[in-house]
């Protein structure tokens, strides 16, 4: 009997979602660790004035952070509890990579939602261009989530499973990170909103979207 | 009609042979039994059969006919029952069933769960809300031969299936998977259990090295 596609994604998206609602570890880590960078950042700057691309990277770094500390626990705590053979015999190769990826994403958004108007309020920022600042934040979410569950996946075993997931992230996610600043910091009234890198965002969180799923199918089948 | 083929193979790992140049041919309908001493390459072996990993030297390959069965449409026409396979701990009997066959497009009703759960010998009752990390180990394998029921696979590839079961488990394995045999499937077992090696239409015995 053959599954479609989207109920198989429905399904692993579902699975994390109840896991991860009964065990709050990953959500605990992310949020956490995005509240005390946050934190230290407001004390640190307190009552100075920041110019906004400087604030822009600020943002980025207390949310790219945070998302490495659940980002990487996708497929890790699949290895950890010992269900990555279970998942490997009965799931799709496409619809466990993508079910993940859109638990990841889900989660992340739900963190930059939760991230974003606290630092506004601590750092006193104006947004001029709001609807930039969110479509930024859903692009290059979905480019953490697209790249970090790949990641995930390939790292998933190694003996030091996060210092290699971070150094691997980090040269895939820099074309999203970038222009992520950039446009940030336009949202933020530093002027200058570059349309195109929004273009620019889009078209490699696809790439990776598609490089992630034609790369998976090596992972999951062994030959 | 699924045979799988063994060619020739080896497998070592980190330099060590496990096994060397193993040539079978299983067919759907019969039970092979895979026997030899712990570390001698039992489990290792079933893994070659599913394709989870390749051989050191030769070739395994799946055949439904003359057409080569690989990738996802192997996989989805496989079921296992191993030590290692584990259901996620915070989910209950019944969601976990409902995820691992839902990935394959089988949908169970209360009436098909509670036939299934009395098939394998777990009562609903007890089980319905509790999480499996909570089940003891028998109650674990009971569950995983009631994936392997439910999910209707050609291929049975069983690892010490008996193990942790009581004398009524035990016989409910060796009833189960000569019925499969007699339906048509292929069933591999690696065993070092009498009976179960006595049940097996042929078997492997994997010397060790």
Redesign the interface.
Same mark, same amino acid.
């Given at each position: 009997m053959q599954q479609s596609i989207w109920q198989g994604i429905k399904l692993v998206f579902i699975k994390e979602l109840t896991a991860g609602l009964r065990f709050k570890a990953a959500w605990a880590a992310m949020f956490m660790f995005a509240l005390t960078t946050l934190a230290c950042v407001s004390m640190a700057l307190q009552g100075g004035v920041v110019e906004p691309r400087l604030l822009a990277a600020l943002l980025w770094v207390c949310l790219f952070f945070a998302a490495m500390a659940g980002a990487d626990r996708v497929f890790a705590d699949e290895d950890t509890a010992g269900t990555l053979l279970t998942l490997r015999i009965f799931g799709p190769s496409q619809a466990v990579l993508l079910g993940k990826m859109l638990y990841t994403l889900f989660l992340l958004v739900l963190l930059a939602m939760f991230i974003t108007p606290l630092f506004l309020l601590l750092m006193d920022v104006t947004v001029a261009a709001p609807l930039v600042l969110w479509g930024t934040m859903l692009l290059g979410c979905t480019g953490i989530a697209a790249a970090g569950t790949l990641i995930a996946a390939l790292t998933t075993g190694a003996s030091v499973h996060s210092g290699l997931f971070s150094i691997l992230m980090l040269p895939v996610i820099l074309p999203v990170f970038l222009p992520a600043i950039s446009l940030t910091a336009g949202a933020f009234g530093s002027g200058g909103i570059t349309g195109s890198y929004l273009g620019g965002m889009a078209l490699y969180d696809l790439i990776l979207l598609v490089g992630a799923s034609i790369l998976f199918d090596y992972l999951w089948y062994e030959d | 009609m699924i045979t799988i083929k063994f060619e020739a193979v080896t497998q070592s790992f980190y330099g060590r042979t496990i096994f060397q140049d193993i040539n079978a041919e299983l067919r759907s309908g019969t039970i092979t039994a895979v026997t030899g001493q712990n570390g001698s390459g039992k489990s290792t072996l079933l893994k070659l059969a @599913?394709? /989870?990993?390749?051989p050191a030297a030769g070739q395994v390959s799946v055949w439904e006919e003359a057409r080569e069965l690989? #990738? @996802?449409e192997l #996989? &989805?026409r496989?079921?296992?029952v191993?030590p $290692? +396979? #584990? /259901?996620?701990? #915070? +989910?209950t009997a019944r $969601?976990n069933l409902a /995820? +691992?066959? !839902?990935?394959? !497009?089988?949908t169970l009703d209360d009436a098909a769960f509670s036939a299934l759960m009395m098939r394998v010998g777990l009562r609903e009752t007890e089980i319905a809300a509790v999480f499996t990390g909570e089940f003891s180990t028998g109650m674990r394998q009971r569950l995983k031969l009631a994936?392997l029921l439910a &999910?209707?696979a050609d291929i049975w590839l069983l690892d010490e299936p008996g193990a942790n079961l009581d004398a009524g488990g035990r016989e409910l394995v060796l009833r189960e998977a000569r019925q499969a045999a007699d339906e048509g499937r292929l069933v591999l077992w690696a065993t070092n259990d009498g009976r179960e090696e006595a049940a097996a239409d042929a078997a492997i015995h994997l010397a060790g090295h």
């Open positions: - | @599913a394709r /989870f990993m390749l690989r #990738r @996802a #996989r &989805s496989l079921a296992m191993t $290692e +396979l #584990r /259901f996620y701990p #915070r +989910l $969601e /995820f +691992l066959l !839902g990935l394959r !497009g089988i994936a &999910s209707g």
